[in-house]
């Protein structure tokens, strides 16, 4: 996957563009980051779904708080 | 990451015995490698045996060596040297120059003869050695691809790694299912797939905690499982259909080429009646399908108002009697009028005591307020009701100017068909076994196209109801949710979650459409920087449904008479715009890229693609045809190659081993 580049740029301010909830948008940005981390390393599926649960779990938080 | 081609080196790679290195000096305006060699001596496997140590695929096979019957990875002539249980490999280094450093990345695979000399072999092997550091890691096996992906990613390889052939075809068959595919694999929307996947597993995930909870929510949670798998089941079959619509496609347009191209000059200026009958069909199909919409919306719109029509008429004429009588009262807001009283004052600065008659009067009129508001509504209505007269009046002329139109495009239309009709008839009277069996075959596939067409309409309608259905399902289980306080985390995770998915549907095909907009502007800015006519073409477009069109300076569409050369450059603009889209810098090699291109086409490529790449590292696998015997494009390409990147292949002479050297080293 091609980091920094004008085609990542143009899906981020697509995203933003459409996304009216800062807080999704915060996650959105998170969730990618993740899947960038991740990419093309065999991480099981249940271990991917467990991050996710996390970092969800903690975007209602902070917006409990 | 950036990365260049420093050396390649093979060992008993195909034709190649023994171990053949071939060593680039990458230079940003020198950026051009030579390797000519001629038909079937071994350019096609330089270029398979960069894309088997990086990807483990070769372009031009389809089978790998667990294939029994095909020519085996490992040199034949090696093999065929070996004894019973002796053993030997083939493998293949690539030293890849990247702005993190060097790296060295290597396949091998083994093979041999087994006790009773049959030939047998192994999965082939990738390592890859790459600076993490100060020092150098060795990572092997398939999971090591990943580090690969890195630099250019697999999906996006036969951009870069291109087969002349392939390119040429690529636009003269053409398929706007093949555009598609390559503007939706340069989107790199890969990283959005996998995020909107993983929030469908975290929603099953979640959902599956609270079955249990009710038997409401379980009764949802099974419904909502139903209609999950209806729809993923929609989507395979779209996507086979569409699969198979794009083959029938580019097996029609290779059909009228045929009939278009035939010697006999009436079929083909049949054939070329048909194409441009059959594109002014399509058109008037929109059109008519258009207008027939207008209409009916339209009436949907006016049809109540008809039907009212008596009584309408009969409001307006009491509206316009009250007006008359003058019953409507003005316009005064209550608030003005309640200000005043409690201010005691009024607007011209007299004082307002209780008992004055200025008071009096406007007390009284503060007590008709209600009636006035009643006006506000009188007004709106009149003029409403003035509207929809006017509309009723118009209906009869509306109505029967839509339908002339309409009637003149049925019978356009229907006109269209005969013609069709009659070239169909007129192509099968000259009674030609050929001719009738292009002709059957293109029926064919008319009829297949068009079910094809009508099965991915009824799959969209069936998945835009399921969809409805599993909306209707999360609110139902948002309802039920909502009945207990100890699930609030968990339906604000959902609903978090869902409107993330949400934002990742509406997003798709906006951010599809504007990466095909930069591909359409880019190929454009290419092709006429390549394309040598310079002014017989206008633009180059590809629109929303993929459909690529060269413009010509006289306005008409040339995509189906452009000539090999011209179709090469539109093929080397599009990939251009999808490599620098891309944003992977890694070097571009083309095998055969001159070849059943004229002279001036290939004065033009030479001259024009090592500059327009940019410094990009260029391998050129060339037959002596292309270039040692043409003087103009060796002249051309002087200019960016050196001497140390200008290789040749000799072959045996049992053409059964090949050798790179440096031209002039031989």
């Not at chain 2, 597993?201 to 979640?206: M, N, P």
């Not at chain 2, 079929?267 to 194409?275: A, D, M, P």
């Not at chain 2, 189906?560 to 090469?568: C, F, K, P, R, T």
Request: aromatic share 6%; net charge negative.
């Amino acid at each position: 996957m091609a980091e920094e580049y004008e085609i990542n740029a143009l899906i981020m301010h697509t995203l933003e563009e459409y996304c009216k909830d800062p807080r999704a948008m915060k996650l959105i940005g998170e969730l990618l980051q993740y899947e960038l981390d991740i990419w093309n390393r065999k991480i099981k599926s249940a271990e991917i779904v467990d991050q996710y649960n996390v970092m969800v779990g903690k975007a209602v938080r902070d917006e409990q708080e | 990451m950036k990365f260049a081609i420093s050396s390649i080196e093979m060992t008993n790679y195909r034709q190649y015995k023994g171990t053949q290195k071939l060593r680039f000096t990458t230079d940003k305006s020198k950026n051009v490698t030579i390797i000519s060699g001629r038909n079937g001596s071994g350019k096609s496997n330089i270029l398979n045996a960069i894309t088997w140590c990086l990807y483990g695929k070769e372009i031009h096979k389809k089978y790998d060596l667990v294939d029994a019957d095909s020519m085996p990875i490992i040199n034949s002539s090696e093999l065929e040297s070996l004894q019973n249980d002796e053993r030997s490999f083939a493998e293949v280094k690539i030293h890849l120059e990247t702005d993190a450093g060097d790296w060295l990345v290597s396949r091998r695979t083994e093979g041999g003869k087994d006790d009773s000399g049959e030939l047998w072999f192994s999965e082939s092997k990738l390592t890859v050695i790459h600076p993490v550091g100060n020092q150098d890691k060795i990572d092997t096996g398939e999971g090591t691809k990943r580090l690969i992906n890195n630099i250019l990613p697999d999906a996006l390889e036969s951009f870069f790694f291109i087969d002349g052939e392939q390119l040429r075809e690529f636009f003269r068959v053409r398929s706007p299912e093949k555009v598609a595919d390559a503007v939706d694999t340069v989107s790199q929307l890969e990283l959005v797939y996998k995020a909107s996947e993983h929030l469908d597993l975290l929603e099953k995930d979640l959902q599956r905690s609270i079955i249990a909870a009710t038997p409401q929510l379980e009764k949802n949670h099974k419904q909502t499982e139903f209609v999950r798998s209806q729809i993923a089941q929609f989507k395979e079959r779209a996507s086979d259909i569409k699969r198979d619509r794009g083959s029938d496609t580019a097996a029609l347009t290779a059909v009228n080429e045929y009939l278009r191209g035939h010697n006999l000059e009436r079929v083909s200026t049949l054939q070329y009646k048909r194409e441009l009958l059959e594109k002014e069909k399509a058109e008037q199909t929109q059109a008519n399908s258009d207008s027939v919409l207008l209409r009916n919306q339209y009436l949907v719109k006016v049809a109540p108002f008809i039907f009212l029509k008596a009584p309408i008429e009969k409001t307006y004429a009491l509206i316009m009697e009250s007006v008359d009588k003058g019953e409507l009262p003005s316009k005064i807001k209550e608030i003005f009028v309640r200000e005043l009283i409690e201010e005691g004052r009024c607007i011209c600065g007299n004082e307002l005591s209780s008992d004055s008659d200025a008071t009096a009067t406007l007390v009284a009129f503060s007590k008709h307020l209600s009636l006035s508001e009643l006006s506000d509504v009188a007004i709106v209505g009149k003029t409403t009701i003035e509207e929809i007269l006017s509309e009723i009046q118009e209906f009869p002329q509306r109505i029967e100017s839509m339908s002339i139109k309409i009637d003149k495009q049925e019978s356009r239309l229907e006109e269209i068909r005969r013609d069709l009709d009659q070239i169909r008839d007129d192509l099968l009277g000259f009674d030609l076994e050929e001719i009738n069996r292009y002709e059957a075959r293109r029926e064919e596939l008319t009829t297949r196209i068009a079910e094809h067409n009508l099965l991915l309409a009824e799959l969209d309608k069936k998945m835009r109801e399921a969809q409805q259905i599993l909306d209707d399902c999360r609110k139902q289980e948002s309802i039920e949710l909502a009945k207990h306080p100890k699930y609030d985390t968990l339906k604000r995770k959902l609903a978090l979650l869902r409107e993330i998915q949400n934002v990742f549907a509406k997003t798709e095909s906006i951010i599809k459409g504007r990466i095909r907009q930069r591909v359409e502007q880019k190929t454009r800015d290419n092709f006429l920087t390549l394309i040598r006519k310079e002014g017989a073409f206008q633009n180059v477009t590809i629109s929303d449904d993929y459909t690529v069109k060269v413009q010509h300076a006289h306005g008409f569409n040339v995509i189906n008479d452009l000539s090999a050369g011209e179709y090469m450059i539109l093929g080397l603009a599009f990939m251009s715009a999808l490599t620098s889209i891309s944003g992977f810098q890694a070097p571009v090699i083309i095998d055969t890229p001159l070849a059943k291109i004229d002279d001036i086409h290939r004065d033009y490529i030479t001259t024009q693609l090592p500059h327009f790449l940019d410094g990009t590292q260029l391998i050129l696998l060339v037959t002596p045809t292309e270039y040692d015997n043409d003087k103009k494009v060796k002249d051309n390409l002087s200019h960016y190659l050196l001497p140390s990147n200008d290789y040749m292949i000799h072959e045996n002479e049992t053409f059964t081993i090949s050798e790179v050297t440096q031209r002039g080293n031989a």
